[in-house]
């Protein structure tokens, strides 16, 4: 998963609004460290309300854009499931991801062999193809498990 430290993270962050001229804000790091620190891939609503904790005053669009922002830095992905609703995922490396269909968490995992998927010929013709992620959905676990209880 992600290999890098808090630490790590964090000096690649300031590293990147320098060079792309962005003024280093408490706000930036704020949403960004919350960022860091979440496994569940939150949307925009989940991460504004955890952002609001620290600073009160934040606005929305504030979280909003200074989400976007950090996508296009390259510092977090976008995962767009089933449900349209934009996930924000700060594990860059390679990872692949499962959607519940039930309870709608995004959990991450690795594999090699779905790492390994090379990108069809006539895919590559008609696309400039920057990356690959395998998305999987169905049920997890949890709730897999509760189904059979209640007899679902």
Do not use: W
Not at 80 to 86: A, D, I, K, M, T
Request: charge should be negative; hydrophobic fraction near 35%.
């Amino acid at each position: 998963m992600n290999t890098l430290t808090i630490e790590e993270a964090m000096k690649i962050f300031y590293k990147k609004c320098e060079e792309h001229g962005l003024k280093v804000t408490p706000q930036r790091v704020f949403v960004f460290q919350e960022l860091l620190k979440a496994t569940d891939h939150p949307s925009i609503d989940d991460l504004y309300q955890r952002v609001k904790q620290s600073l009160p005053n934040i606005s929305f669009d504030t979280v909003y854009r200074t989400a976007l922002s950090l996508t296009e830095l390259g510092l977090v992905d976008i995962i767009e499931g089933h449900s349209g609703l934009r996930r924000f995922d700060a594990n860059t490396d390679q990872h692949h991801h499962f959607r519940c269909l039930k309870c709608h968490r995004i959990i991450d995992f690795e594999s090699d062999y779905y790492d390994s998927v090379t990108i069809p010929e006539e895919l590559k013709k008609q696309f400039n193809v920057l990356g690959k992620r395998i998305f999987l959905e169905g049920f997890c676990d949890e709730c897999s498990t509760r189904g059979k209880i209640n007899g679902e």
